[in-house]
């Protein structure tokens, strides 16, 4: 990888602990019932349509997740970094995850869940 790269990337294997923190997130995501996952250049989950991105930064530090989850309206949390709204009933939420703890919160898995519940009508 060029020194000057920062590629998204959604293969967490050189960043021991970022993995671990995507495994935890991975198993409440793919718990949900007939979820689909897709590797790209980042890692997404679907149902009918996609409503969870899983990602890092080829040059930010092991311990770092970002995610997106799309929902049908704004949910208000402190733990997310922002809302955007993308178009007509469609805002995504931005979260940086930065522990276990965080990875593995109720506060996660309700955003995750509420992803899920909108991306499966």
Not at 60 to 74: E, H, I, K
Not at 87 to 102: D, G, I, L, P
Request: no cysteine; glycine share 6%; net charge positive.
């Amino acid at each position: 990888m060029p020194a000057t790269s920062n590629k998204m990337i959604g293969d967490f294997g050189g960043k021991p602990a970022s993995a671990a923190m995507y495994t935890a997130i991975e198993s409440y995501a793919l718990s949900l019932g007939s979820v689909t996952k897709h590797l790209t250049a980042q890692v997404s989950f679907s149902v009918n349509r996609k409503f969870l991105w899983v990602w890092a930064y080829e040059r930010t530090g092991d311990g770092t997740l970002f995610l997106n989850v799309r929902l049908d309206r704004p949910m208000e949390d402190p733990h997310v970094h922002r809302v955007d709204q993308v178009s007509a009933n469609r805002w995504n939420h931005h979260v940086v995850v930065k522990t276990m703890e965080a990875a593995q919160s109720d506060w996660l898995k309700d955003l995750i869940r509420a992803g899920h519940e909108f991306a499966a009508r």
